[in-house]
């Protein structure tokens, strides 16, 4: 599967602009729902590595869950 890298300087202002619009125009709400999906994105990435250590195997780690 290939990986997608994008930094920041190659989104297109109007991407950041729609993100600020969605926030009503708000940018401290902006970086605000920024930072809690990106809360929530690392919070995903450590489930799901903790499952690959653990093999996908429920025997192995009881309490994991995908959901």
């Known amino acids: 599967m ?3 890298n994008h930094s920041v300087s ?5 991407v950041i602009d729609e ?9 401290h709400g902006a970086v605000k729902a920024l930072l809690l999906i990106n809360e929530h ?4 990435l450590s489930r ?3 499952a690959s250590a653990c093999g996908m195997r429920a025997a ?3 309490s994991f869950s995908l959901h």
């Open 2 to 4: 290939a990986r997608i």
């Open 10 to 14: 190659e989104y297109p202002d109007f």
């Open 19 to 27: 993100i600020v619009a969605r926030c009503g125009d708000d940018m």
């Open 41 to 44: 994105l690392e919070a995903e």
């Open 48 to 50: 799901l590595r903790r």
């Open 60 to 62: 192995r780690c009881p």
